[in-house]
């Protein structure tokens, strides 16, 4: 069965009060009660007293009706007895003698005051009584029994019960009014939570609960605003990613058709004899130059997600950086010249380079390929240097350069931007050289102006 949080609340709040309520009148009308026994007990005990020094006096008995009348009038009788339970005085009384069980009388006769609060047995209404020692000389003579109906002792508890039972609809009331006021806030504070979540449920973030450091209420809602904004963010991401893989499947697809086309119709052409003799040699170079256009996508895709996912492992030892850039001029100077442009180095004297040789060579590889496509009848510069904490490495060229809102963007993989397509044509070259750099915990930063050319600096730790 499903109670709502709203009566629940209002139903703990009202039971925990009308417990407690209850328990507190219980435990005060007993208290009360016993109180005005006892309170009775103790004039009763008085009077008894006054009566004792009475028939202790020379003339025993000579002012006792005295007492009669005064204590009838507050409706209290008294009896005088011997030890065999008759009675001494008044000749008549109001009511007869009373038998004392072994116990009272073991009371009395160790000169004790016996006190009973209720009786319902010995007497025609229901009493509280007193019964003293009466010693004459060392000689126990009796006792003296006085009693008092405890009807009045009734009619004022029940009075205090009704004003008790007054007290408690007022403030169950009062109770009711808080509880119903105090619940609706909790319960609307938790309704609008409740309403976040289904919008985040169905995909909605733009969520913005009211924060307090109230109470925990307040700090959930903190919490949950702070969950509702990295969800917004990841979600955007995903987006972004998810526009960025539809993206790079489509320049995928874009770049394998044609090679797989050319490969097609040249394979075809060579077995249907549509290809002349001396066209064959052409045809079967294109082949092999659109398979190894092939291989280089799969190949930069395999890299970069070893890279990605740690799969890399760096050998790292010292390289004489002059040994490095040279290596680089020459492997790619032909591809440079073919654009008339010049790869000039320049490494500082004695420096030594400490990282993984051959991926430092991708590195730059991929970096001064995306310069040589850029630049046209340029030059193309490469430097090493040594500072204090770092090797400073710099590629420089004198080509088209970069446009400045989207130099944050060319490390992303899958951005198509024609400046980061450069080296491996499918957006994944600089985000493979942003990652090995990071594997050398090293930095790398453009520098770059449309028109104005570019340049990277890479910067390595020493060992």
Known sequence: MRINYFYQLIASHLSILLIALLILSILFVRYVEDFAYEEK??????YGQQILRELESPRPGSDLQTYVSLLQAQRINFIVFDQQSRVLYPFTGAFPPVELTPQEWNVIEQGQTLVVNRDVERFENTVTFVALPYVDGEQLVGGVLLASPISGTRE??????????????????????????????????????????????????????PESNFDEIGDLAKDFNKMANKLQQSNEEIEQLENRRRQFMADVSHEMRTPLTTIAGVIEGLRTDMIEEDQREKGIRLVSDETKRLIRLVNENLDYEKIRSNQVTLTKEEIESEELLEIIQEHLQLQAAEKGNQIKIEPERDTVIYGDMDRLIQILTNIVKNSIQFTENGQIFLRAYKEPEQMIIEVEDTGAGIDVAEIDMIWRRFYKSDWSRGSGQFGLGLSIVKKLVDLHEGTIQVESEKGQGTKFTIRLPHK
Not at 41 to 46: I, V
Not at 200 to 205: E, P, V, W
């Open 41 to 46: 007990a103790r004039e009763l005990e008085s």
């Open 156 to 209: 004022m508890i029940s009075e205090l019960n009704k004003t008790l039972v007054t007290t408690i609809l007022i403030a169950f009331a009062v109770a009711l009014l808080l509880s119903l006021l105090l619940s609706k806030l909790h319960v609307s504070r938790i309704q609008r939570m409740q309403k976040a979540t289904s919008m985040i449920t169905d995909g909605h973030y733009e969520v913005d609960l």
